[in-house]
């Protein structure tokens, strides 16, 4: 079981920035998957950014240019920098673990990004 801490989000103005940060604790297996997902009122999660433990991302369409993930392997840990935010980001964005070759797939609790117009 892997555990999933999100920390960073918060009330920020349209056009600002936010980091946002996942630990990961547990037994960690290699390759895997990390990322970002958000899901705002009323509608389904989506995701947003993945980093393989190989480096390599993808983004949503909507994302790119905008956010950047990254992620230190020897601190189990993954960034979502978010950048010229929008009204639209406002969303409660969840960290995501996945295993490549065994059924590992873990959450975190959620952390609430709101921006302002």
């Known amino acids: 079981q892997v555990q999933l801490v999100e920390s960073g989000g918060g009330l920020v103005q349209a056009g600002g920035s936010l980091r946002l940060s996942c630990a990961a604790s547990?037994?960690?297996?290699?390759?895997?998957?990390m990322g970002w997902y958000r899901q705002a009122p009323g509608k389904q999660r989506e995701v947003v950014a993945v980093v393989t433990s190989d480096g390599t991302t993808n983004y949503a369409d909507s994302m790119k240019g905008r956010f950047t993930i990254s992620r230190v392997n020897a601190k189990n840990t993954v960034y979502l920098q978010m950048s010229s935010l929008k009204p639209e980001d406002t969303a409660v964005y969840y960290c995501?673990?996945?295993?490549?070759?065994?059924?590992?797939?873990?959450w975190g609790q959620g952390t609430q990004v709101t921006v302002s117009s």
């Open positions: 995501n673990y996945r295993a490549t070759y065994y059924s590992v797939n873990s």
């Open positions: 547990g037994i960690i297996l290699r390759p895997n998957v």
